[in-house]
């Protein structure tokens, strides 16, 4: 990534650069990639990344949105997403958050419990309204990932248990204000293995066998997101390999006639074409390290701290020969630390840095702990 220097040194730091051209590339590869499948749609998942420049490309692109919460469907909608595209998922829905969902006409409600499947008909019957619903089911399907981000065990408080499946779909159709339109499922996030969309895509097959022999026919297959992004190699592997992506999902599944794919991915979307500036504040020599301390904190983001994640740095201005750093922020926590014997030109202070991929989870989970400024975020 080429990055334009002489326009950061305008910006306040920290602040997020996404790179336009990567991002339209991306969105160009998966368009390409959905061509070759009709009966496939995506919806980026927003919890990723929620700037509106950046919502506003993924909209003309012609994308869906996934939203899980009540402000993900509102900013879905301010930046121009057609409702009929959106889909609601989240194990907890607020009453105002479902009639928000009702009130636009969203595609679907992705229904966890039923408790919630009964709230989601009696809010639709006070409005007149029917509103479709996919179960997410829980498919004890593991995925080789970080254990905060795997969803699909059945120890995770996400989804509904394989065993009740048939008793939630009975219930929805007994329901006036119900419409049931097919099952849903998510088994985690930052996935590089393509086995575990096969395993998913094993216990779908057999979970819709089941259903075929009962008399329960589906229209919509959601398969949720989970591919992950290089971080170790961001300029190297900009775009993640959306074609064995799709073709995995392609030689596992057994769709049947009429029936829609849906898939919801965020991190895979806009992770790589993300990156959190900052400036060197200081160079502090320690007796055993030496320290580069920047501007820019956990409350910025927050991976490092909350999931030991690593993210490529790059002296953007350093000219000098390579040292070696622990490269921190100033919040007042140890955790509050980037990089650990991070190989670096020589650093000083007023340097700028990059700290890559962090177009996912980065800007949209930035807090302001120590009372500090949240970061902006800039596409160009």
């Known amino acids: 990534m080429a990055f334009p220097i002489e326009k950061f040194k305008d910006i306040e730091t920290p602040f997020y650069y996404y790179d336009k051209a990567l991002l339209c590339k991306t969105l160009d590869t998966i368009k390409a990639e959905l ?23 993924i909209q003309k692109a012609g994308f869906g949105v996934d939203c899980v919460s009540g402000g993900e469907i509102q900013q879905a909608l301010d930046a121009g997403f057609d409702a009929g595209k959106i889909v609601y ?18 595609f679907c409600f992705n229904v966890e419990s039923l408790e919630e ?10 409005k007149k309204k029917v ?28 989804g509904i248990a394989m065993e009740d499946m048939e008793t939630a779909i009975q219930a929805a159709l007994r329901l006036d204000n119900i419409e049931f339109i097919g099952l849903h ?24 066998d089941r259903l075929e022999e009962q008399g329960v026919t589906m229209q919509v297959i959601n398969v949720g997101g989970g591919l992950g992004i ?18 995995t999902y392609a030689r596992n599944i057994s769709l049947r006639k009429g029936q829609q794919m849906h898939f919801e991915l965020g991190r895979a979307v806009v992770g790589q074409m993300g990156s959190l500036i900052t400036r060197v504040l200081y160079v502090k020599q320690a007796h055993v390290k030496k320290f580069v301390i920047v501007d820019a904190g956990m409350s910025d983001l927050i991976r490092p701290a909350l999931y030991d994640a690593h993210h490529e740095i790059q002296n953007l201005t350093g000219t000098g020969a390579e040292e070696t750093y622990d490269v921190v922020g100033p919040i007042c926590e140890s955790s509050d630390v980037f990089g650990k014997g991070e190989t670096l030109p020589a650093c000083r202070r007023g340097d700028i840095m990059a700290i890559r991929s962090a177009g996912a989870y980065g800007e949209i989970m930035a807090c302001r702990y120590n009372c500090r400024k949240l970061p902006k975020g800039y596409l160009f």
């Not at 499947?117 to 006070?126: P, R, V």
């Not at 088994?187 to 819709?208: P, T, V, W």
């Open 230 to 247: 290089a971080y170790d190699d961001p300029d190297g592997k900009p775009v993640p390999n959306f074609k064995a992506y799709f073709d």
């Open 117 to 126: 499947l009964e709230i989601i008909n009696e809010l639709a019957g006070a």
């Open 185 to 208: 499922f998510h088994i985690g996030s930052q996935i590089l293995e393509m086995g575990d969309f096969e395993a998913l895509a094993a216990r779908i097959n057999e979970l819709q």
């Open 35 to 57: 061509a070759q499948h009709p009966d496939y749609h995506l919806h980026y998942a927003i919890k990723a990344n929620a700037n509106i420049d950046v919502l506003r490309e």
């Open 131 to 158: 509103a479709k619903v996919c179960f997410r089911i829980n498919p004890n399907v593991g995925a080789h990932t970080h254990a905060n981000i795997t969803t699909g065990l059945s120890e995770n408080k996400f």
């Open 89 to 106: 998922a989240g194990v907890g829905k607020g009453d105002w958050e479902i009639n928000l969902g009702l009130d636009a006409g969203i």
